[in-house]
């Protein structure tokens, strides 16, 4: 039995007296669901007939049915309710006039992953912007973030590196919550939106997705389990590279290689001591779509042994940088286009500074470059806090 009940839950137990007079829109996909794997358009259209006018899905579509990045959806319809469905990943990013003159109210129920780069809490910014300007409101239906509410992890983005995998200055693990992130982008970054939050009841800042009791489902196509958005927040930056990050396998992020990789070197050069929280297996495995397509790949699986000491960016970039110094004629960084930029290395928006890349190109330490970013997190920390729904 779940310990937490989601924002969802919470609005269709207690909603609240501005829905008896609102057109409704609903931004989802398949992992917006209640604690019994009821889908929120169905609950939201059960419990107000008739209040729910349209929906809009993120990146990966309306049934996260796209597999990979820059695959566009198109608008639709949803075959259950026959209500028009509204892409946010295709013609365009932010929702336009016309798609949201049907409502009201938008409300919210994604399930993020804690990762700066998630481009679901992107979406819901643009969102925050258009419903400004066209006096909407907007209702985050709060989830748990999967990796827990309080280690903050990585670089700050750099301002110069602003993309749809990073449009505001967060690291790249934040610990906020959909709805606290909604908060800051609002009002720490300014939107100024008709904004409200349903919060969640039970959840603590300590929790993994695994300590909620409430049931995955994969809010896109290679998050399949919450391990792998654990290891997300590190193994993302192979997105970056000709290494493959395990797409087109059934342990996508959780494993990783490629054709020209050593195991036996890696696992020497960086020492067990550098990796603390996990074990790294070496595997073969062949990857039946994306980089290196039935081919044969050398690399590691991950197995997390401690989750509280595991710190997937810093292991990730302990890892990038011991395959470039054993591979220097293989190792290739990937091409632009990324997310609709084309003219940057993908890497330096993964990153979000390109100084740091250069960086882990020259060998220097990742214990130093850590240290050199924890100024900033102590900012962010001080910011983050003052929009923390969970104390």
């Known amino acids: 039995m779940a310990t937490v009940q989601t924002g969802l839950e919470h609005f269709l137990e207690s909603p609240p007296k501005w829905v008896a007079g609102a057109r409704l829109g609903l931004l989802c996909n398949p992992a917006s669901v209640d604690s019994k794997v009821n889908h929120a ?12 006018k349209a929906l809009y899905s993120p990146q990966h579509g309306f049934f996260a049915e796209k597999q990979d990045n820059m695959i566009e959806s198109a608008d639709g319809v949803d075959p259950v309710l026959n209500l028009p469905v509204y892409s946010l990943y295709g013609k365009t990013r932010k929702p336009t006039k016309s798609m949201l003159e049907p409502i009201d109210v938008l409300l919210v129920d994604l399930q993020d992953v804690g990762t700066r780069v998630y481009t679901f809490i992107y979406t819901l910014s643009y969102c925050l912007e258009a419903a400004k300007t066209l006096d909407k409101k907007v209702v985050v239906l709060d989830r748990p973030n999967p990796v827990n509410g309080k280690t903050i992890e990585g670089n700050c983005l750099n301002p110069d590196y602003r993309s749809f995998v990073g449009r505001y200055t967060l690291p790249m693990r934040h610990a906020l919550t959909i709805g606290e992130l909604a908060r800051l982008f609002n009002e720490h970054f300014e939107i100024g939106c008709d904004l409200e939050i349903i919060p969640m009841k039970g959840w603590r800042r300590s929790m993994f997705f695994n300590q909620t009791g409430l049931p995955w489902v ?8 919450p391990v792998s ?11 970056g590279t000709n290494v493959s990050e395990g797409r087109g396998t059934t342990l996508p ?5 490629a054709p020209y990789l050593n195991p ?3 696992v020497a050069s960086i020492g067990d001591k550098s990796i603390p929280g996990i074990v790294l297996r070496p595997i073969v495995f062949e990857p039946t779509a994306n980089k290196w397509q039935e081919q044969p790949c050398r690399g590691f699986q991950i197995h997390i042994t401690d989750p509280g000491q595991y710190r997937p960016y810093e292991t990730s970039l302990r890892l990038l940088q011991a395959i470039i110094l054993h591979h220097k004629k293989e190792f290739e960084w990937k091409q632009p286009p990324y997310e609709y930029e084309t003219r940057r290395l993908p890497i330096d928006l993964i990153i979000g500074d390109r100084q740091i890349r250069q960086q882990i190109e020259n060998m220097e330490s990742i214990d130093s470059l850590a240290e050199s970013w924890q100024a900033g997190l102590d900012d962010f920390k001080k910011i983050s806090r003052e929009v923390h729904l969970y104390k």
């Open 41 to 52: 358009r169905l609950g939201i259209q059960q419990h107000f007939a008739d209040k729910l």
């Open 218 to 225: 994969a809010p896109s196509p290679n998050l399949p389990s």
């Open 229 to 239: 958005t654990m290891v997300y927040p590190g193994q993302v930056l192979w997105e």
């Open 253 to 257: 992020f959780e494993q990783f290689g």
């Open 264 to 266: 036996a070197k890696i």
